[in-house]
């Protein structure tokens, strides 16, 4: 259908086709918004960079669990676990107490 047969049939005074045309509209809308863009520079890191962490948030604020440890250790939000404590013992302290 074209422009011009879509404005003519608009023209009419009926309801039900405004809303029709009002639905399908809508959707077509919807659904382009859903469309990402596929041209993406694998050079450009901070472009890319960009584009994972929207992804990934996209996917966690849908409920993907993965998506969501994924996208909160890429923003640094989870503590490093890989520190090392260190705690000094006085082991001759430690034998008197079971002695003593």
Same mark, same amino acid.
């Given at each position: 259908?074209?422009?011009?047969?879509?404005?003519?049939?608009?023209?009419?005074?009926?309801?039900?086709?405004?809303?029709?045309? @009002?639905?399908?509209? +809508?959707?077509?809308?919807? =659904?382009?918004? $859903?469309?990402?863009?596929?041209?993406? !520079?694998?050079? %450009?890191?901070?472009?890319?960079?960009?584009?994972?962490?929207?992804?990934?948030?996209?996917?966690? @604020?849908?409920?993907? +669990?993965?998506?969501?440890? =994924?996208?909160? $250790?890429?923003?640094?939000?989870?503590? !490093?676990?890989? %520190?090392?404590?260190?705690?000094?013992?006085?082991?001759?302290?430690?034998?008197?107490?079971?002695?003593?």
């Amino acid at each position: 259908m074209n422009a011009q047969s879509i404005y003519a049939d608009l023209q009419s005074d009926d309801n039900k086709k405004l809303w029709a045309y @009002a639905q399908e509209l +809508a959707e077509f809308r919807r =659904k382009s918004e $859903k469309v990402k863009n596929t041209n993406i !520079d694998l050079t %450009d890191k901070d472009g890319l960079r960009d584009t994972v962490m929207e992804h990934l948030f996209d996917q966690s @604020a849908k409920g993907n +669990a993965q998506a969501s440890d =994924k996208l909160a $250790k890429l923003a640094g939000l989870t503590e !490093d676990t890989a %520190d090392i404590v260190i705690e000094s013992v006085n082991f001759a302290e430690a034998v008197w107490e079971l002695e003593g």
